[in-house]
């Protein structure tokens, strides 16, 4: 795709955290890769692969140690790369992006209509009838209005990430995190979600960036996919280009690269991920099931 289509450029991304002892410990090692406008791109891989990792550093939560996250929005002149960039400055390019937090992270004390209104006013100055029109149609685009004046204690997980995703769009953001959002949800809920993802996507205009391992998620809704392993790019590619790896029989994939992205989205219990001997450290972490 043409470089004006790229919203976002990640390029040589470094970030070390500090272990016991005083040793840095490397858990992205240089990240490259692009986001086009519009597309869904999934990023997946193990416990311990560095993608939520990644989401932070994505969205300025983190400093990095090196490489460049260099966003291109509708209003801006020039591409700015948020590294290094003072906290001001950062937090208006933050007004262009939503988040859906795996917990939904809604405060406990507000309402759903005041979970989702937050954004406006802190960040905008509107007629306070105006913010309840805005509210109003955002819960109506996540099936949420009946719910407006329930606490997040009298909701579902499904509602609550629901009302998380109607405060991700209030703003109108051009850019969607998503930080696991089937996580501890049932299948046929973790499916509505992906559906409503999806219809937003469409909806809205929005570039969707998704983190998670969950594969039947993964595979409904990504128009692109990335796979971390080690804190690298081990496979960038098309959903048909996944499917057509994870489609495939193990013995007849020759590849070891190949037979371990194919373990990892079938799921299988035998293969490298799992081969007892010369297993590393990240291998051991998968099986654990440890972040």
């Known amino acids: 795709m043409a470089s004006n289509n790229v919203i976002i450029s990640v390029r040589d991304l470094r970030k070390y955290f500090d272990a016991p002892g005083g040793a840095r410990v490397p858990v992205l090692s240089g990240i490259t890769f692009d986001v086009y406008r519009g597309e869904t791109l999934v990023i ?47 937090n208006e390019i933050r007004k262009k992006f939503g988040i859906l937090f795996q917990s939904g992270a809604l405060f406990n004390s507000l309402t759903v209509a005041e979970n989702v209104a937050l954004p406006l006013r ?28 329930k606490l997040p204690a009298q909701l579902s997980g499904g509602q609550k990430k629901r009302a998380g995703l109607a405060r991700a769009t209030v703003l109108d953001p051009e850019i969607l995190y998503y930080d696991e959002p089937s996580a501890g949800l049932d299948p046929v809920t973790s499916a509505a979600i992906d559906e409503l993802i999806m219809d937003l996507s469409k909806k809205l205009n929005v570039t969707s960036i998704v983190v998670t391992h969950e594969m039947d998620s993964a595979f409904r809704i990504a128009d692109r996919m990335v796979m971390l392993e080690k804190g690298r790019v081990l496979r960038m ?10 489609s495939t029989p193990p013995e007849r994939i020759e590849d070891d690269t190949e037979r371990l992205i194919n373990q990892f989205l079938n799921g ?20 654990a099931g440890e972040e």
């Not at 100055?125 to 719910?147: F, G, N, R, S």
């Open 268 to 287: 299988y219990t035998t293969g490298p991920l799992t081969d007892a001997q010369g297993m590393s450290q990240y291998e051991k972490l998968l099986v």
């Open 122 to 149: 802190e960040h905008s100055v509107v007629d306070p009838a105006i913010v309840d029109i805005v509210v109003t149609l955002k819960l109506q685009q996540v099936h949420m209005l009946e719910h407006r004046d």
């Open 237 to 246: 590619g098309t959903r048909a280009e996944f499917e057509a790896l994870r």
């Open 44 to 90: 997946m891989g193990g416990s311990g692969c560095g993608k939520s990792t990644l989401l932070n550093c994505l969205i300025g939560e983190y400093q990095v140690d090196g490489g460049r996250i260099v966003y291109h929005t509708k209003d801006m002149p020039q591409p700015r790369d948020i590294v290094g960039m003072p906290e001001r400055e950062l």
